[in-house]
């Protein structure tokens, strides 16, 4: 089973306004952090926003924000103001807790956010 | 946040001959870092986990022999991709934590390395 779904290839928005990128994801563990990843065409992969399972207050950093739905396992990302300079893909990504061992992050398949003048 | 470095950002080679890209963290020690592959318009896909002292550890599928992976110091890690072929051309990308880290804290990634095998 796929441990981070993003349904949405691409999504276009309006400049100035809010998108909503959707992402559930799927573990047993009751420790583990999302992440969010914005990806350029220059390929590099730059951290957005976090969410721990145990934290209780929806993640805000900037104009993003995580709405954080634990019973739904769900982990969306909301760009508010949107700007040109958004558009990129976008991948939704968590790590599991497994005490001291190594832990690597498992990605989405992404989603293109077009932001349109 | 803690800057990891990846060089060369870019690289064009024979088929036939090996690259080595390195992933170094400049502000940070790095117990563990990890070596990722991204096809065009695909998602990362972990290749190995690489710690300090240690073999890497790779994932199914990937060929240890092909892929060397060596994490000599808390502050470097290399890949080299050997007897590169046109099959191998993709993006890579490391990624690397710290000593302490939290699990659940954030990973910091090179800028990734574009390889191009002719």
């Known amino acids: ?117 | 946040g803690a800057v990891v470095s990846q060089h060369p950002s870019r690289v064009i080679c024979k088929s036939g001959t090996s690259v080595k890209i390195e992933c170094r963290s400049l502000d940070f020690q790095a117990t563990t870092m990890f070596w990722y592959r991204q096809f065009p318009k695909q998602s990362l896909m972990l290749m190995a986990t690489s710690n300090e002292g240690s073999k890497a550890t790779y994932e199914q599928g990937v060929e240890k022999d092909k892929f060397l992976i060596n994490h000599a110091s808390l502050t470097l890690s290399t890949l080299t991709v050997t007897s590169a072929h046109p099959e191998d051309s993709s993006f890579y990308i490391c990624s690397a934590r710290g000593v302490g880290d939290n699990p659940n804290t954030e990973a910091f990634f090179g800028q990734g390395t574009r390889l191009t095998v002719v």
């Open chain 1, 1 to 117: 089973a796929q441990k981070i779904t993003q349904t949405q290839p691409g999504m276009f928005v309006q400049e100035k306004e809010a998108v909503t990128l959707d992402c559930t994801y799927d573990t047993s563990d009751q420790s583990y952090g999302l992440f969010w990843y914005k990806q350029p065409s220059s390929g590099e992969m730059i951290f957005l926003i976090y969410q721990g399972s145990y934290d209780e207050q929806n993640a805000t950093e900037g104009r993003y924000s995580l709405n954080f739905q634990k019973a739904r396992k769900s982990a969306n990302l909301v760009i508010s103001a949107s700007q040109l300079g958004d558009s990129a893909m976008y991948f939704c990504a968590m790590r599991e807790g497994r005490g001291s061992g190594a832990n690597n992050l498992f990605f989405g398949t992404g989603t293109r956010l077009t932001v349109i003048p």
